[in-house]
C-alpha cells in the first residue's frame, strides 16, 4: 500500500475530507488535502485585500507563499509561510470566495504542481475536486464521493454549529449549490468526475461505512495492480 495513490474527488460537503483522512490512516498512506492549500491561498488574498478576480495578483501569491501540512491526532494542520492557519481557512468569506480562487489558472498550475510533487514521492489520498481527472489521472484508485445538496448542507452545518458558528440553513444550502455551479462550470480544470472513477453516494450512510466501501475499493486496485 506504501506506493498506492488514490484521487477521491466529488462536490463540497460530500465527506471527502474526513474519510480520506480516515483511509490514508487505515492503508498506512499520506493524506493531501487539496482544497486547503485553495483555501490558504483564498485566506491569504482575503488578508492582504486582493480582489478575487484580480488573476495576476492571486497567481503572484501562489507562487511566493509556502503551504505545509503537519498530521495530529485529530487531523492535519494548515500553515502558510509558517503560521498556523487551520481555524481561519474555514472561515465563511474563505468559502465564499474559494472557489473563485481556484478557478484562476495560474494559481491551479501552482498547486497542482505542488500536488504531484508530492504523490511522485510517496503513496497519498488526495481529495478534491478534479484529482483523478487533471492532477492524478493515473491514479492507481478513483473516487467519486457525493451525497445529495440536503445532507451536505446538515452535515457542513452540524459540524460549524459545533463550533461555535452561528449559520442560515437555507442560506448554508444555497451557498453549497452555488459552489457546486462555480466549481464545475469553470473553464480551467473543472469539477467532473473521471470516466473510470467509482460513485460512492454517501446520502443516509456512517462514516464508518463509507470508509469501508473505499478501503475495500482499494484493497481489490492494490490485489490486481501490485
Not at 480582489?51 to 494542520?77: C, H, M, Y
Not at 481527472?133 to 457542513?156: F, G
Not at 448554508?172 to 473510470?196: F, T, V, Y
Amino acid at each position: 500500500m506504501k506506493t498506492l495513490r488514490v484521487a477521491l474527488d466529488g462536490p463540497a460537503g460530500a465527506g471527502k475530507s474526513t474519510v480520506a483522512k480516515l483511509v490514508a490512516k487505515s492503508l498506512g498512506l499520506t493524506y493531501v488535502d487539496t482544497g486547503a492549500m485553495y483555501r490558504a491561498i483564498t485566506w491569504k488574498a482575503l488578508q492582504e485585500q486582493i480582489n478575487p478576480a484580480d488573476e495576476a495578483a492571486l497567481t503572484a501569491i501562489s507562487s511566493r507563499v509556502q503551504i505545509d501540512f503537519k498530521l495530529t491526532s485529530e487531523g492535519q494542520d494548515v500553515f502558510l509561510d509558517g503560521v498556523d492557519i487551520t481555524e481561519e481557512i474555514r472561515a465563511r468569506d474563505v468559502t465564499a470566495n474559494v472557489s473563485a480562487v481556484s478557478a484562476v489558472p495560474g494559481v491551479r498550475a501552482s498547486l497542482v504542481k505542488l500536488q504531484q510533487e508530492i504523490a511522485n514521492k510517496m503513496g497519498v489520498v488526495m481529495d478534491g475536486r478534479d484529482i483523478g481527472t487533471v492532477v492524478l489521472p493515473d491514479a492507481d484508485v478513483k473516487i467519486w464521493l457525493t451525497a445529495s445538496v440536503e445532507e451536505r448542507a446538515r452535515r457542513r452545518y452540524e459540524e460549524m454549529t459545533a463550533k461555535g458558528h452561528q449559520l442560515d440553513f437555507e442560506q448554508l444550502k444555497r451557498d453549497i449549490e452555488r459552489r457546486d455551479e462555480l466549481d464545475s462550470g469553470r473553464e480551467h480544470s473543472p469539477m467532473k468526475r473521471a470516466d473510470d472513477a467509482v460513485i460512492v453516494d454517501t446520502s443516509g450512510l456512517g462514516i464508518e461505512a463509507v470508509v469501508e466501501k473505499i478501503l475495500h475499493i482499494c484493497r481489490s486496485a492494490e490485489a490486481q495492480n501490485f
